[in-house]
């Protein structure tokens, strides 16, 4: 229902007059009516559907506050449209792109709703399918020996296929001429303007001899008379350019699930302190900067904020790709998407919505994708060339027999034409690369390394600069025990049985670093009782009568231990990149253990290959500086930058490439995702989160770091092979349409067949086919 343009100015009035204002959407409710009702704090709330009632019983007081008009003064209005091959491209409305024809895309967070092209092409691929294979029987059985005069008498063969090529070329193909006809008209000539004309000169040359057979040559009937058709190669090109589209667009498709896993990091619920005191879990959409917000353990931070009581450690590998957790107390941030592990706090909201550093981590992934070039374009730059190539030789040929050929003067003239576009259908061009990229994608995956997107390998065929992330790339990722030191001659046996006994049953990536340190070692934990957890800085507990301290250097201070034995060695640990933990035992050091994160074992062989080929070595860390730099001096890496935000690490790629350079992202963590997808070729470690294995284009299974090495093998092998494949697709043209022109023409005294033409397509596919599938032997 519609607002009244006169509304009551109270709740109550407006009651008395049988309506009310429905508090979550504003529209008035008929109170004669059976609508949904909600008791609240002892007063009744009217709603005008179902939706609006759910919404004000999830949080009746964001409502009854006036925020929800808050929210939705700061909601951004609108949804932008770009095209995928195009960036450039940006319209607030869907459309086709006016450069290349393909359907725009919403920019920013994509919904779960299923592409209407994707669904459009799929139910045209299947129709042009079916109709397609009776087809390909009708024309090639005679061809293999096999007779259907039987079944379908010759003089209706030609009848038959073209009822059935009709709705393929006709209904299902009209995407594609639609496209060629607007890359004529937009002067940007593409594929679809090939396949367009190919394919539309393939089905109207075939549709003549099957209708008006009698206009035709002697020279172009065969034995039997019949004069030959073309309809299942115009049928065929339009079934396996669907078949690419539907895989390219479920390809794009994908894309966005690197965005959603983004999004799914932050919590769909936060639990809200109202300004009355009480408490309730509300969507994370109705957090407002200035709310109160309780954190309890295990839970994700909903929005950027600063604590204001209580203190703990959380995991901010979204930020800077560190397992370990990172104390926090009152007056420090707190990030959306992190993770709070074992206190509790209350915190109050900064940045919401679109502000948070999650939200801007989100923008610059969308962004960055949609700048990427596709490998087609290679095709694409070439058929920009060459399509006005072929139409001129198709003008100029029928010009020359119109005039100076014999009669019939317009028959020869269009039947060399004809013959000039048949020859030049892009079903090798089509094939080229597609063909390639799927061999070695097969290739690739035997190996470990997969390739998510074919603009991948093209781009990391020319990349001088690699960016590496330290921590789960070059590191393993997770923190182990690198040594025990005894301080009054106990055991490190002893001393790990302590340490094992007071983390048992504790999920901290430290902790489980030392119950596998333990358990590898055969050493059972010791039995220790009155376990108490001090939140961000370690446990206490006791052990036969003795009181036990286990943490940082904070609570060896906060409880009065002295630290003046364990100076020297706990400094040279740090520095060397380590974490110290100190036990202690009555108030007295026993013992030091040093964590830290193992170097790969492939790491150092991975580098020296990288530096065969040129590549310049950057490594990027959001650990500190002298954690980066014992690393980098370890590996032989001379330019380190530690300290790094995700954002960081995407303008370092930024930096590069301004410079001109060619750069490749190496990483695994949330945090890496920004500059995985900005990169020109982005590669994941397969051990590391699912944001970053969608924001790559290559992905290393098992985090394997020896397979960048394969990868840069395996791009300079594929692009060698789908210029080879390009050669081979353009060369039977080059050749074949001048003969299709007529050229020989004063030597044969015939035109070239169109079967002939159509053979030589047909070969030319053939030998792309054949070249692509050599990739499957290729040794990386």
């Excluded at 939140?535 to 036969?544: C, D």
Aim: glycine share 8%; net charge negative.
């Amino acid at each position: 229902m519609e607002k009244q343009p006169n509304q009551p100015e109270t709740a109550e009035s407006q009651k008395n007059e049988g309506f009310a204002i429905d508090p979550v959407c504003g529209m008035t409710v008929d109170l004669t009516k059976d609508k949904p009702r909600f008791e609240y704090m002892g007063e009744t709330h009217h709603f005008c559907g179902k939706g609006c009632k759910e919404k004000f019983s999830a949080d009746p007081e964001f409502y009854l506050t006036g925020s929800n008009k808050r929210r939705a003064k700061a909601a951004p209005k609108g949804t932008l449209y770009t095209c995928p091959m195009h960036p450039e491209i940006v319209e607030d409305h869907p459309a086709d792109c006016p450069l290349c024809g393909m359907a725009l895309e919403p920019m920013g967070v994509p919904d779960d709703a299923p592409n209407p092209e994707l669904i459009d092409f799929t139910r045209r691929f299947w129709v042009s399918t079916i109709l397609a294979i009776p087809l390909v029987i009708i024309a090639m059985a005679p061809m293999v020996g096999l007779s259907l005069d039987g079944v379908l008498p010759p003089y209706l063969s030609a009848y038959v296929e073209l009822i059935l090529a009709t709705p393929i070329v006709v209904w299902a193909a009209w995407p594609f001429f639609k496209r060629g006809w607007s890359s004529i008209l937009n002067k940007s000539p593409n594929m679809w303007t090939l396949i367009a004309i190919g394919v539309g000169a393939a089905y109207l040359y075939s549709v003549i001899a099957t209708l008006f057979p009698s206009i035709l040559p002697a020279s172009f009937q065969l034995p039997s008379g019949k004069v030959p058709v073309y309809f299942e190669s115009a049928a065929v090109i339009i079934a396996l350019v669907f078949l690419g589209q539907i895989l390219e667009l479920k390809a794009r498709e994908k894309t966005g699930a690197a965005i959603r896993a983004l999004i799914d990091l932050a919590p769909k619920t936060a639990r809200r302190i109202n300004a009355n005191g009480t408490e309730r879990d509300v969507p994370v959409e109705n957090i407002l900067a200035g709310d109160k917000v309780r954190i309890r353990p295990g839970e994700s931070i909903p929005v950027d904020g600063v604590i204001l009581e209580g203190n703990s450690s959380l995991d901010e590998s979204l930020l800077t790709g560190e397992a370990i957790p990172v104390d926090k107390a009152s007056g420090d941030k707190v990030i959306a998407g992190t993770v709070n592990k074992d206190g509790s706090f209350i915190m109050e909201a900064i940045e919401v919505g679109a502000d948070t550093l999650l939200s801007k981590i989100v923008d610059m992934v969308a962004s960055a994708q949609r700048s990427r070039a596709p490998i087609q374009g290679l095709a694409d730059k070439v058929a920009g060339y060459f399509v006005p190539a072929v139409v001129l030789s198709a003008i100029l040929s029928f010009a020359i027999w119109a005039i100076w050929g014999p009669d019939p003067k317009l028959v020869h003239a269009l039947l060399s034409a004809v013959a000039v576009l048949i020859i030049a259908c892009p079903c090798a061009l089509g094939l080229a690369t597609p063909m390639s990229i799927m061999t070695a994608t097969g290739r690739g995956a035997q190996v470990g390394v997969l390739v998510k997107e074919a603009a991948a390998l093209e781009q990391l065929e020319t990349v001088d600069t690699i960016i590496l992330d330290k921590t789960g790339t070059l590191t393993v990722g997770r923190p182990a025990l690198d040594e025990t030191k005894s301080i009054d001659g106990i055991s490190e046996a002893d001393l790990l049985a302590i340490a094992a006994g007071l983390e048992k049953g504790s999920e901290h990536p430290i902790a489980i670093a030392l119950l596998d340190a333990a358990e590898e070692g055969k050493i059972s934990p010791a039995p220790v009782t009155d376990f108490q957890n001090v939140s961000g800085m370690g446990v206490q507990a006791k052990l036969e009568g003795d009181n036990l301290l286990f943490g940082n250097k904070r609570l060896m201070e906060q409880k009065k231990v002295s630290l003046d034995a364990t100076n020297q060695s706990a400094e040279a640990a740090e520095g060397s990149g380590k974490t110290v933990l100190f036990l202690a035992r009555n108030e007295a050091i026993i013992g030091l253990f040093f964590i830290s994160d193992q170097i790969k074992p492939s790491a150092p062989a991975m580098l020296k290959s990288l530096r065969a080929r040129n590549i310049n070595i950057v490594m990027a860390t959001g650990d500190n500086e002298g954690t980066a730099k014992y690393v980098a001096s370890q590996l032989g890496i001379t330019e380190v930058r530690a300290n790094v935000l995700p954002g960081d690490k995407k303008s370092l790629v930024e930096e590069y490439q301004t410079l001109g350079h060619k750069v490749a992202m190496a990483g695994d963590g949330v945090n890496d995702a920004p500059a995985l997808a900005k990169a020109d070729v982005g590669i994941a470690m397969g051990t590391g989160s699912d944001v970053s294995l969608e924001s790559a284009g290559i992905t290393l299974l098992k985090g394997d770091i020896a397979g960048i090495e394969k990868a840069f093998k395996l791009s300079q092998i594929t692009m060698s092979n789908i210029r080879q494949n390009l050669v081979f697709a353009f060369g039977y043209n080059a050749i074949c349409i001048p003969i299709a022109a007529g050229v020989l023409y004063p030597i044969s005294g015939t035109l070239l067949s169109p079967m002939i033409a159509a053979a030589a397509m047909s070969l030319s596919s053939v030998s792309v086919i054949t070249n692509a599938l050599r990739l499957r032997f290729k040794q990386l």
